[in-house]
């Protein structure tokens, strides 16, 4: 046990290091770099290829193969570049990180709400760089999203310390971290949500459509919406090609959402999601179990 706690403070020791070697590189070299690595995991990481392949098959069933698979082999590339961009987004200086972003589309309905303290949920789906969007909304207001520690718990403070450095507070993925929201939301502040992680078995939730295709979506965003009244808007920090920095696309959520339905109102969670996808769909974590835990269907054998 004491040799397995040093083995992963080693390999947490490492990779924080790796973060912060990278952190120190511009952009566009990360981005650059991205390329290559990204590569060798489509053609070497079988895993990732192939859930890849299954998602987009299932959602863009009409679009020729080649062109699928395009897609799909820059959607690893881009998601290697969302990690190699972490250390960047926890570690380098605060106003360079917050510089990345060029302009700001939609952010003026979102400071408005927040101004006249009405309850935002921000929708951070797993798309472009996430993580510079959680940095942007707490530099800018109180801004509060759910947290899962990491599978190396040695890694936990970093990570935490690097979400939290504008002002952001973490709450846990759980029950305390759903009244932590609830507590956030009805002090008229803005919080965020992914909206397009698959709950655990037994842990709820709704089979809706995703691209035509039923997906086990969490009703978290209906629950919240009816307790407080927030209003909805989804995001994406959209990568720029060379390294020019990022684009914040930020618009309001599909109507369903505040439905009475809930299963109406999960419906709406997940046509929120695909709007976003619609302005970057390259830079979708594809790579993800979307359709898993779906009852009687196994589409990742």
């Not at 939301?185 to 691209?211: A, C, N, S, T």
Request: hydrophobic fraction near 45%; glycine fraction near 8%.
């Amino acid at each position: 046990m004491k040799k397995s706690k040093l083995s992963n403070r080693l390999k947490a020791g490492v990779i924080s290091k790796g973060w912060r070697l990278l952190s120190l590189l511009p952009l566009a070299w990360l981005q650059a770099l991205a390329v290559p690595i990204g590569n060798l995991v489509w053609r070497f990481v079988k895993r990732e290829r192939n859930i890849t392949k299954v998602n987009m098959a299932l959602c863009f069933p009409d679009m020729p193969l080649a062109e699928r698979d395009a897609l799909g082999k820059q959607s690893i590339i881009e998601i290697t570049r969302t990690m190699l961009e972490m250390g960047r987004m926890w570690m380098a200086p605060k106003d360079k990180v917050l510089a990345d972003f060029v302009s700001l589309q939609g952010i003026e309905a979102v400071e408005e709400a927040n101004k006249n303290k009405q309850p935002i949920i921000l929708l951070g789906p797993h798309i472009g760089q996430w993580e510079l969007i959680a940095q942007l909304m707490s530099h800018k207001t109180n801004f509060t999203f759910m947290y899962s520690e990491p599978k190396l718990a040695e890694l936990d403070a970093t990570i935490r310390k690097g979400r939290c450095r504008m002002g952001g507070n973490l709450v846990p993925a759980n029950i305390k971290g759903v009244a932590g929201l609830l507590k956030a939301l009805k002090r008229g502040e803005m919080v965020g949500i992914l909206p397009d992680q698959v709950p655990d078995k037994g842990q709820g939730g709704e089979l809706v459509p995703f691209y035509g295709q039923a997906a086990l979506t969490a009703t978290l965003l209906p629950k919240l919406v009816q307790k407080t009244g927030a209003k909805v808007f989804t995001a994406l920090a959209k990568r720029l090609p060379k390294g020019k920095g990022f684009e914040l696309i930020l618009i309001p959520a599909d109507e369903q959402v505040y439905s009475d339905d809930e299963v109406t109102a999960v419906a709406g969670v997940n046509a929120s999601v695909e709007q976003i996808i619609a302005y970057a769909p390259e830079q979708y974590q594809w790579a993800y179990k979307r359709f898993k835990n779906t009852p009687g269907k196994d589409v990742y054998k």
